[in-house]
């Protein structure tokens, strides 16, 4: 007679936590990891993924969104039936990679221990340990060298490293000085952009004063104006949902702050990099002004190609062709390779995927932002947003933010959200008739 299979204690499944946790372990301790793939190294991270995919499919931990399922299949059956259609050359691997990732937005957990509010945890544990290494890697270089304060841009093999990322940037032309990139990530930006979120996790969640300064202090030595721009389109819907108005006079403080130390932190370097965008030599103008010339030269002239893109993987091989330098987006890349109904369809995807997520809207708004300053197949903002949005369990866990310091208006004696003192007077004057009422009912059985 066979004994009964013992039930798995809680404690002992290892695959759940690894599957919610590990896209944002890959995307971020192994960004500069890359498998090399003919003559260049895709990141490794993606592929990383998609074995989890696999892994919590097979094992059935992670289930499949039927409503986010559909749209996958309506999104890669259009995208790829029009490149069919058409008959002319594109990429298959390209088209199959795009597919692959996005397919990763149609699953979550099933364990609802691990919900949005567990990925948001272990993000901002992530986040601090990368803002850590990112502020002593910009100080650093100056006592022991750039060799060793970033040691996986200058210690792993050529052949393993991923390419076509600025990850040892200087601070400006001539400069000897490099953006600080958190060790692990790819460059400035996504570090700048990772502590952008953040920001807006912290205050959404534990509002930890020194977690603030040191995610809002590793932005600044990042010298990326990126995250900011985050924050810029973030900050206001988070001030009027959460009513913090507090964070208004914070601003202020930072600005104020900023013009005091404007020649000591080099801060004209934020000044240049918002001005860069009519300098066509620029990663500013080739990242976000540059393909919109490509746009006119290639794409507006055929009303076909306007409608339907150039076919999946083509971006790279029109770059050459441009009369102005341009650099590949998410939106540049998905309007010039499948148009403006693709694009539709496929940003739509994406929005419609983040949107069914029970994460705060606020931080749905950070991650989309993210999309469109990063490249599409860039695995930070994807790694971000299957930790702390997709792949947790559908079962939402209220996130109230904790009132604690970082309420700036206390800070200076004012509260007011603290009740009136004559406010608070009515209420204890009623409270006291309502007791004194039920002590009479006691005694008598008739009020008072």
Same mark, same amino acid.
């Given at each position: 007679m066979?004994?009964?299979?013992?039930?798995?204690?809680a &404690?002992?499944?290892?695959?759940?936590?690894?599957?919610?946790?590990?896209?944002?372990?890959?995307?971020?301790?192994?960004?500069?990891?890359?498998m090399?793939?003919?003559?260049?190294?895709?990141?490794?991270?993606?592929? @990383?993924i998609?074995?989890?995919?696999?892994?919590?499919?097979?094992?059935?931990r992670?289930?499949?969104?039927?409503?986010?399922?559909g749209?996958?299949v $309506?999104?890669?059956?259009?995208l790829g039936?029009?490149m069919?259609?058409?008959?002319e050359?594109?990429?298959?691997?390209?088209?199959l990679?795009?597919?692959?990732?996005?397919?990763?937005?149609?699953?979550?957990?099933?364990?609802?221990?691990? /919900?949005?509010?567990?990925?948001?945890?272990?993000?901002?544990?992530?986040?601090?340990?990368?803002?850590?290494?990112g502020?002593?890697?910009?100080?650093?270089?100056?006592?022991?060298?750039?060799r060793?304060?970033?040691?996986?841009?200058?210690? *792993?093999?050529?052949?393993?490293?991923?390419?076509?990322?600025?990850n040892?940037?200087?601070?400006?032309?001539?400069?000897?000085?490099?953006?600080?990139?958190?060790?692990?990530?790819?460059?400035?930006?996504?570090?700048?952009? *990772?502590?952008?979120?953040?920001?807006?996790?912290?205050l959404?969640?534990?509002?930890?004063?020194?977690?603030?300064?040191l995610?809002?202090? @590793?932005?600044?030595?990042?010298?990326?104006?990126? @995250? +900011?721009?985050?924050?810029?389109?973030t900050?206001?819907?988070?001030?009027?949902?959460?009513?913090?108005?507090?964070?208004?006079? *914070?601003?202020l403080?930072?600005?104020?702050a900023?013009?005091? $130390?404007?020649?000591?932190?080099?801060?004209?370097?934020?000044?240049?990099?918002?001005?860069?965008?009519?300098?066509?030599?620029?990663?500013?103008?080739?990242?976000?002004?540059?393909?919109?010339?490509?746009?006119?030269?290639?794409?507006w002239?055929?009303?076909w190609?306007?409608?339907?893109?150039?076919? =999946?993987?083509?971006?790279?091989?029109?770059?050459?062709?441009?009369?102005?330098?341009?650099?590949?987006?998410? $939106?540049?890349?998905?309007v010039?390779?499948f148009? $403006? +109904?693709?694009?539709?369809? /496929?940003?739509?995807?994406l929005?419609?995927?983040?949107?069914?997520?029970?994460?705060?809207?606020?931080?749905?708004?950070?991650? =989309?932002?993210?999309?469109?300053?990063?490249? +599409?197949y860039?695995?930070?903002?994807?790694? +971000?947003?299957?930790?702390?949005?997709?792949?947790?369990?559908?079962?939402?866990?209220?996130?109230?933010?904790?009132?604690?310091?970082? =309420?700036?208006?206390?800070?200076? &004696?004012l509260?007011? /959200?603290?009740?009136?003192?004559?406010?608070?007077?009515?209420?204890?004057?009623?409270?006291?008739?309502?007791?004194? /009422?039920?002590?009479?009912?006691?005694?008598? @059985?008739?009020?008072?």
């Amino acid at each position: 007679m066979t004994k009964p299979l013992r039930p798995r204690p809680a &404690g002992s499944d290892w695959l759940t936590p690894l599957l919610v946790f590990g896209p944002l372990i890959l995307t971020t301790y192994f960004a500069k990891v890359g498998m090399p793939v003919g003559p260049r190294a895709i990141p490794a991270s993606l592929y @990383g993924i998609l074995l989890l995919l696999a892994l919590g499919v097979v094992s059935s931990r992670l289930v499949i969104d039927l409503q986010r399922l559909g749209a996958f299949v $309506l999104m890669t059956a259009f995208l790829g039936g029009i490149m069919v259609v058409r008959g002319e050359e594109y990429s298959i691997t390209s088209f199959l990679m795009m597919a692959c990732l996005y397919a990763t937005y149609t699953v979550s957990v099933t364990d609802p221990r691990y /919900n949005v509010k567990r990925g948001i945890e272990f993000f901002l544990n992530v986040s601090t340990i990368i803002a850590i290494g990112g502020i002593a890697q910009f100080f650093l270089q100056f006592v022991i060298g750039p060799r060793l304060a970033f040691p996986v841009d200058y210690l *792993l093999p050529p052949g393993f490293l991923v390419e076509e990322y600025m990850n040892l940037n200087v601070l400006h032309y001539g400069s000897t000085v490099h953006k600080p990139n958190g060790i692990f990530l790819l460059e400035a930006s996504f570090f700048s952009q *990772l502590l952008a979120i953040a920001v807006l996790a912290e205050l959404l969640t534990s509002n930890r004063i020194r977690y603030l300064l040191l995610f809002m202090t @590793g932005m600044v030595v990042s010298y990326s104006g990126t @995250g +900011i721009i985050v924050l810029v389109v973030t900050m206001p819907f988070l001030i009027i949902t959460q009513k913090r108005w507090d964070l208004i006079l *914070l601003a202020l403080s930072g600005l104020i702050a900023a013009g005091l $130390l404007y020649n000591v932190l080099n801060l004209e370097i934020f000044v240049e990099r918002a001005t860069e965008f009519g300098h066509p030599q620029s990663s500013g103008f080739m990242r976000f002004v540059g393909a919109y010339y490509m746009f006119d030269q290639f794409l507006w002239v055929d009303q076909w190609r306007s409608l339907f893109g150039f076919g =999946a993987g083509v971006f790279k091989d029109f770059e050459t062709r441009t009369h102005l330098p341009v650099h590949e987006s998410a $939106l540049t890349k998905i309007v010039f390779e499948f148009g $403006l +109904i693709g694009a539709l369809l /496929n940003i739509g995807f994406l929005f419609f995927c983040v949107a069914r997520s029970s994460a705060p809207g606020v931080l749905k708004l950070g991650v =989309a932002v993210m999309f469109f300053m990063a490249g +599409i197949y860039t695995p930070s903002s994807h790694g +971000i947003a299957l930790t702390i949005m997709m792949w947790p369990s559908p079962v939402s866990e209220p996130l109230r933010p904790v009132k604690r310091s970082t =309420a700036v208006l206390k800070w200076f &004696g004012l509260d007011f /959200n603290r009740p009136s003192r004559h406010v608070a007077n009515r209420r204890r004057l009623a409270a006291q008739a309502r007791a004194e /009422n039920t002590r009479a009912v006691t005694a008598t @059985g008739k009020p008072s």
